[in-house]
């Protein structure tokens, strides 16, 4: 099953990996913005889940806030501790980080890599580590089903990812008792050949917060 095997996958194409996306915000402005906005709305620390080589971390790092990141693969958890504060190996649906412990949390294309059934259990993860009031920020793919490869960078290494509809996602976020402050259909850029969904959502202050429908915006942008 590729699922078994998505850990060795990224090993064996890690160097190569960096070197495909290390400057792969350079080109998406939409997500630079939504970053940067995003690490001006929380405190420290802030947890990458599934951080890969930390190339989106370290900008995150780079406007003030203090990044940890955490990856399912030795290999790039080892990348990523040249870039960020630490970089530990660990898995995004059991967190080894005590509760109530982050001021944000990013996991950018990271939860592709969990089954459908699983999502929900990784979101309540992400909620029990926030603060009350800490937010995360969240990027996948649009699409139904699974998308299954026996190749991964034009490497013999299995590979296979979840896709999913925004109203699934902002869903989601809500059943995992987190508020939803903004969700979002973004275009594929020319590099790109994916329709790409973000959602920003935050664990509530108190129980007298308002619910995610009541907060949630949607929005559809072009690849500007």
Do not use: N
């Amino acid at each position: 099953m590729a699922w078994d095997q998505l850990r060795s996958s990224y090993d064996s194409v890690a160097q190569k990996y960096e070197a495909r996306f290390v400057d792969e915000l350079r080109d998406k402005p939409r997500d630079r913005a939504l970053l940067a906005a995003f690490a001006e709305s929380v405190s420290d620390p802030v947890l990458e889940a599934g951080c890969g080589p930390g190339q989106v971390g370290v900008f995150v790092a780079e406007r003030g806030r203090s990044v940890l990141g955490l990856d399912l693969r030795l290999q790039m958890a080892r990348l990523a501790s040249g870039r960020l504060a630490a970089a530990v190996v660990g898995d995004m649906r059991r967190l080894p980080v005590a509760d109530e412990r982050l001021g944000g949390l990013v996991a950018f294309y990271s939860v592709i890599h969990a089954r459908r059934s699983e999502l929900g259990g990784a979101l309540e993860e992400f909620r029990r580590v926030l603060r009350p009031g800490g937010r995360v920020l969240i990027a996948v793919h649009e699409g139904q089903g699974e998308i299954e490869r026996d190749q991964f960078l034009e490497e013999d290494a299995p590979f296979v990812a979840t896709l999913f509809e925004l109203d699934e996602l902002f869903e989601a976020c809500q059943a995992a008792g987190l508020t939803v402050l903004h969700s979002e259909r973004r275009a594929p850029y020319a590099t790109e050949s994916t329709v790409r969904l973000w959602a920003e959502a935050a664990r509530p202050a108190s129980s007298s917060e308002p619910d995610a429908l009541s907060m949630g915006r949607r929005h559809e942008s072009g690849p500007t």
